[in-house]
């Protein structure tokens, strides 16, 4: 039964926090972002300083001018997310536009090229990639936008999750309790 008590107590836990953090992530997706931009950022800092004191401690051997400007730059772009608090998670939906508009531009051109073989329904292929190269062009404008909906989404996931966790977590609890006390009247029949 301690193990059973430790097994609930665990999985409680790693649920509230599922729960927590989903709850943010869905009531102020701004501020989540911001924090991983922060983080990250203080990161790049602090890997910065680490290697220009590496450098600095190195300087017997020897090192190259260029190892001191990777650090400061390193330093330089820590601080750059830091103060562009959202510059880092909107780059992911901005990448994925950017990528999809590639491929759209692509589909487009290979679409001319089924006309000129004279396939018939080379409109369909131009039909679809127009309308990928329209949505493409809407997540490189809002890429903003897109990733408060993005971290939205995955808060309600993690809701969720944290939900059928804590049912499951009943269920099993219920489960073994069950088959203990079924054990213990066995044994007492024996």
């Not at 997310?81 to 759209?104: E, N, Q, R, T």
């Amino acid at each position: 039964m301690e193990v059973l008590k430790k097994f609930k107590a665990s999985a409680c836990a790693v649920m509230i926090v599922y729960f927590i953090v989903g709850l943010i992530m869905l009531l102020n997706p701004s501020f989540v972002g911001a924090a991983v931009n922060y983080v990250i950022g203080v990161l790049v800092v602090i890997y910065g300083i680490v290697y220009c004191i590496s450098l600095y401690q190195k300087k017997e051997t020897g090192y190259n001018k260029f190892d001191l400007l990777a650090g400061v730059l390193c330093i330089s772009f820590g601080l750059f997310l830091i103060v562009h608090k959202d510059i880092l998670v909107s780059l992911i939906p901005f990448c994925m536009g950017v990528i999809l508009l590639m491929d759209a531009v692509s589909g487009i051109i290979k679409s001319f090229k089924l006309k000129k073989m004279l396939l018939s329904r080379w409109w369909i292929v131009l039909v679809i990639n127009l309308l990928i190269l329209g949505f493409s062009i809407f997540i490189i404008v809002n890429a903003q936008n897109i990733t408060e909906l993005l971290i939205r989404i995955i808060g309600g996931f993690l809701i969720v999750d944290a939900i059928l966790d804590f049912l499951l977590t009943l269920r099993i609890t219920k489960s073994v309790k069950s088959e203990v006390r079924d054990l213990q009247v066995i044994e007492k029949e024996v």
